[in-house]
């Protein structure tokens, strides 16, 4: 079968196991594999679809320990490189009390190299590109030169084999020395996209432009456009028309990966029929209402990995809400 690649970070989300407080007064961290594409890849493991993931970690212990995770969760993991000197990067992450997250810092000093910021162009696993259907990554690799040329290497790849490239911006200045320099890189990735998905502040602050249909038609070769914007729902443009949906309320725990699990899902809708499909407004209006619930559902655990849902418990809890209504 056709797979997905993701390609990016894996990391450990260090996530306060004590909720609203800073970081002198938290009393434990607890660690989850985290990284958005690699959460995005486990997501699509547990919905059923064929996924690889393309990253790189260190040589040491949280390195051995994300591959086995991975493997466990059923993400294929030829395409993860593993370099002999660089750390394999950890995030401290607090929660407040309604779940959602901040992001504080990294495990080392300024002098530590990230394995996420070392993968190697040339090692990339053309093979893996024969048979794929998406290309799945954000833009947190463009920080570091040498990711950022793996990054090219795959899109052209991808473009080589007729693969589909969806981007999830995931804007974290955190991750950059120059952020400003994501406005030069923007431009350049936008032009190899089919399919992009951000926030609402990401287009803000990225796009100048709020609306989906509007980039879509300052980017006309765009073939999707989806905005979220938490509990406030999300916007999209897919199959030439714009449309909304709004959020699923739920009593979230921690909002950690409920992004990347929407994505997985929407990809999940997308990867089993053909694309042409999106043209019917009523699948498009589905594969997102779907999405939403994936994200929602996500919520409900903490670790972006532990609360994804899968295709029945998703389909079953909009099946209740349709009862309801």
Same mark, same amino acid.
């Given at each position: 079968?056709?797979?997905?690649?993701?390609?990016?970070?894996?990391?450990?989300?260090?996530?306060?196991?004590?909720?609203?407080?800073?970081?002198?007064?938290?009393?434990?961290?607890?660690?989850y594999?985290?990284?958005?594409?690699?959460?995005? !890849?486990?997501?699509?493991?547990?919905?059923?679809?064929?996924?690889?993931?393309?990253?790189?970690?260190?040589?040491?212990? /949280?390195?051995?320990?994300?591959?086995k995770?991975?493997?466990?969760?059923g993400?294929e993991?030829?395409?993860?490189?593993?370099?002999?000197?660089? /750390?394999?990067?950890?995030?401290?992450?607090?929660?407040?009390?309604?779940?959602?997250?901040?992001?504080?810092?990294?495990?080392?000093?300024? +002098?530590?190299?990230?394995?996420?910021?070392?993968?190697?162009?040339?090692?990339?696993?053309?093979?893996?590109?024969?048979?794929?259907k998406?290309?799945?990554l954000?833009?947190?690799?463009?920080?570091?030169?040498?990711?950022?040329?793996?990054?090219?290497?795959?899109? +052209?790849?991808?473009?080589?084999?007729f693969?589909?490239?969806?981007?999830?911006?995931?804007?974290?200045?955190?991750?950059?020395?120059?952020?400003?320099?994501?406005?030069?890189?923007?431009?350049?990735?936008?032009?190899?996209?089919?399919?992009? +998905?951000?926030?609402?502040? &990401?287009?803000?602050?990225?796009?100048?432009? /709020?609306?989906?249909?509007?980039? !879509?038609?300052?980017?006309?070769?765009?073939?999707?456009?989806?905005?979220?914007?938490?509990?406030?729902?999300?916007?999209?443009?897919?199959?030439?028309?714009?449309? +909304?949906?709004?959020? %699923?309320?739920?009593?979230? /725990?921690?909002?950690?990966?409920?992004?990347?699990?929407?994505?997985?899902? %929407?990809?999940?809708?997308?990867?089993?029929?053909?694309?042409?499909?999106?043209?019917?407004?009523? @699948?498009?209006?589905?594969?997102?209402?779907?999405?939403?619930?994936?994200? !929602?559902?996500?919520?409900?655990?903490?670790g972006?990995?532990?609360?994804?849902?899968?295709?029945?418990?998703?389909?079953? @809890?909009?099946?209740?809400? &349709?009862?309801?209504?």
């Amino acid at each position: 079968m056709p797979r997905v690649i993701c390609l990016g970070e894996v990391l450990i989300d260090r996530i306060a196991e004590d909720i609203g407080v800073s970081d002198d007064q938290v009393s434990s961290w607890h660690s989850y594999l985290g990284g958005a594409p690699a959460n995005v !890849a486990c997501g699509l493991a547990k919905l059923g679809t064929p996924v690889s993931l393309i990253s790189s970690v260190g040589q040491d212990a /949280t390195g051995a320990d994300l591959l086995k995770q991975l493997g466990a969760a059923g993400v294929e993991t030829s395409g993860v490189q593993v370099h002999p000197e660089a /750390t394999t990067r950890e995030i401290y992450v607090n929660r407040d009390a309604q779940g959602d997250r901040s992001f504080r810092r990294f495990n080392g000093d300024e +002098k530590t190299v990230f394995a996420d910021t070392l993968m190697s162009a040339e090692h990339l696993p053309e093979h893996l590109f024969t048979d794929a259907k998406f290309l799945v990554l954000g833009t947190l690799g463009l920080a570091s030169p040498q990711t950022s040329r793996a990054i090219g290497r795959a899109l +052209k790849l991808a473009e080589q084999h007729f693969v589909r490239v969806v981007v999830d911006i995931n804007w974290r200045a955190m991750f950059w020395k120059n952020p400003e320099q994501i406005l030069h890189l923007l431009p350049v990735l936008i032009k190899y996209v089919d399919f992009v +998905k951000m926030t609402e502040e &990401e287009a803000k602050l990225l796009f100048r432009l /709020t609306s989906p249909a509007a980039i !879509a038609q300052a980017y006309n070769h765009l073939e999707g456009i989806i905005i979220t914007n938490g509990d406030k729902g999300c916007r999209y443009y897919l199959g030439e028309r714009q449309g +909304k949906q709004s959020a %699923f309320p739920v009593y979230s /725990t921690d909002t950690t990966g409920a992004g990347d699990a929407f994505l997985a899902a %929407f990809i999940h809708k997308i990867y089993h029929r053909p694309l042409t499909n999106l043209l019917d407004a009523q @699948f498009a209006e589905s594969a997102i209402a779907y999405s939403c619930a994936a994200g !929602a559902l996500s919520t409900l655990n903490v670790g972006a990995i532990s609360g994804q849902p899968s295709d029945r418990q998703i389909r079953e @809890f909009l099946a209740m809400r &349709e009862a309801k209504h």
